[in-house]
T-cell receptor, first 116, second 112 residues
Framework: GAVVSQHPSWVICKSGTSVKIECRSLDFQATTMFWYRQFPKQSLMLMATSNEGSKATYEQGVEKDKFLINHASLTLSTLTVTSAHPEDSSFYIC????????????FGPGTRLLVL | GQNIDQPTEMTATEGAIVQINCTYQTSGFNGLFWYQQHAGEAPTFLSYNVLDGLEEKGRFSSFLSRSKGYSYLLLKELQMKDSASYLCAVRDRGNAGNMLTFGGGTRLMVKP
């Protein structure tokens, strides 16, 4: 099946710093990638839809200036959490849709962010 | 938007059968997905239904009734490793990029 990777797996940072998370589709091209956030014992909450070569579409309540998304190529999308605060601590998961494959989204392994 | 409801928690016994229900409301239904998520891990795809009926995949089956806005995931011959959260997700034609909207997830605990 299609593989999506995320880097890094774990991040611990001080409040006020910026953190970049990479999402890569390893064996397929994805014009659309999705970024989710998941708090403990809660379901996935879509943050934004990342489109290759264009601006991301953010969900209501998600600050686009705080969560910067760049989808520079068909295999890479990045999420930058700017000026991170403890309340941004969460599990961030990306997914990508395989254009040529079945109608599913393939999820990355997730990035756990802890802001001190 | 879409409303997706599923039970919060369920408990079942090893070797038994369990059915996890999901109801949804959406204007432009374009597919329903079930994902399994173990604690601390990303979701993994289980099944996809877009037409009414039952899709069977080994120990897991998923059913869809579009007229009722209803789906269920059936797990047979439960194993301890099936303890996980099961997420129901719906795709709507009106959503950009074929994005999915997830229900709150059902935490299944399998006991010996």
């Amino acid at each position: 099946g299609a593989v999506v990777s995320q880097h890094p797996s774990w991040v611990i940072c001080k409040s006020g710093t910026s953190v970049k998370i990479e999402c890569r589709s390893l064996d397929f091209q994805a014009t659309t990638m999705f970024w989710y956030r998941q708090f403990p014992k809660q379901s996935l909450m879509l943050m934004a839809t990342s489109n290759e070569g264009s601006k991301a579409t953010y969900e209501q309540g998600v600050e686009k200036d705080k969560f910067l998304i760049n989808h520079a190529s068909l295999t890479l999308s990045t999420l930058t959490v700017t000026s991170a605060h403890p309340e941004d601590s969460s599990f961030y998961i990306c997914s990508a849709r395989d254009l040529e494959g079945p109608e599913t989204q393939y999820f990355g392994p997730g990035t756990r962010l802890l802001v001190l | 938007g879409q409303n997706i409801d599923q039970p919060t928690e369920m408990t079942a016994t090893e070797g038994a059968i369990v059915q996890i229900n999901c109801t949804y409301q959406t204007s432009g239904f374009n597919g329903l997905f079930w994902y399994q998520q173990h604690a601390g891990e990303a979701p993994t795809f289980l099944s996809y239904n877009v037409l009414d009926g039952l899709e069977e995949k080994g120990r897991f089956s998923s059913f869809l009734s579009r007229s009722k806005g209803y789906s269920y995931l059936l797990l047979k011959e439960l194993q301890m490793k099936d303890s996980a959260s099961y997420l129901c997700a719906v795709r709507d034609r009106g959503n950009a990029g074929n994005m999915l909207t997830f229900g709150g997830g059902t935490r299944l605990m399998v006991k010996p």
